[in-house]
């Protein structure tokens, strides 16, 4: 995770942003830190790396890289963002992890929800899919390809969620036909989310199989997991939401098996 210090919208790279509606600074450095404490109570390991002044989007880790075992495939970000992946790479670097970076147009995390040996990889919108190849080689994941179906959807993490090595939830208007067929060709079981729930991003969660952490405002997705037996730990987004983003956009995973 980085933190909220430097957290702006300077320009307008999804449908969520608005330059005019920027977030309160003291407001969104307690928004950040609850989500950190949210982490550690629920026995998560948190390491942060600090944001630069320079990158007013740095406080979404996720979409700097997919991470597996020692290695990682640094993002290729859209050129508002691309000040922040030198810092991804010297923390990588710095932390032992063998690093290539995407020669094409991948948005990390963003657009590559691990799920066991597989990799659940969108496209259409910041990824290329030639960049679902390199990932693939380097981290040895089987990939699913899973195209979202336009800007509001500009990140995979808005769409899907993982909450189990068996168990997923998504929304499915956001993906196009034979992308929702893949999906639910993969013998899991999935919970399907509506529209608000989706637009409020309720499926930007992290989950760790036992403890869900996801955004507040979304009760019916919150009630079916936890009639599902899971841990579920509502938290303000407000401030995160006007760059476009929530909880699971904040936090990279570092502990891909
Ligand atoms: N303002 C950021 C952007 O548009 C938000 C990124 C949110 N991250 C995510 N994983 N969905 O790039």
Redesign the pocket.
């Known amino acids: 995770m980085s933190d909220a210090r430097y957290f702006r919208v300077d320009y307008v790279?999804?449908p969520y942003?608005d330059t005019a509606v920027q977030p309160d600074p003291a407001a969104a450095a307690a928004e950040h830190d609850a989500l950190v404490a949210a982490h550690l109570a629920a026995g998560r390991k948190v390491e942060l790396l600090a944001s630069a002044p320079e990158c007013p989007?740095m406080v979404?880790t996720?979409?700097a890289a997919v991470v597996r075992g020692r290695r990682a495939v640094l993002a290729n970000l859209?050129p508002e963002?691309r000040a922040e992946t030198p810092y991804h790479h010297e923390w990588f670097a710095d932390n032992g992890f063998e690093v290539i970076e995407s020669p094409y147009p991948f948005s990390g995390?963003?657009d590559a929800l691990a799920c066991g040996d597989l990799l659940l990889a969108g496209y259409g919108q910041r990824t290329d899919p030639r960049a679902h190849d390199v990932v693939a080689e380097f981290l040895g994941y089987g990939i699913v390809p899973l195209r979202t179906t336009g800007p509001r959807w500009?990140?995979l993490?808005?769409v899907v969620a993982v909450l189990g090595p068996a168990l997923l939830a998504y929304y499915p208007d956001a993906l196009d036909a034979p992308s929702r067929a893949r999906l639910r060709g993969l013998g899991l079981e999935l919970i399907e989310v509506g529209e608000r729930e989706a637009t409020a991003f309720a499926l930007?969660l992290v989950s760790d199989g036992t403890t869900v952490t996801m955004t507040a405002g979304a009760p019916e997705l919150a009630g079916r997991l936890r009639e599902r037996g899971l841990t579920v730990v509502e938290l303000d987004t407000t401030q995160l939401r006007k760059?476009?983003?929530g909880v699971?956009?904040t936090a990279l995973t570092l502990d891909n098996r």
């Open positions: 790279i999804n942003m989007d979404y996720a979409n859209p963002r995390q963003g500009y990140d993490d808005l930007n760059g476009g983003g699971r956009c």
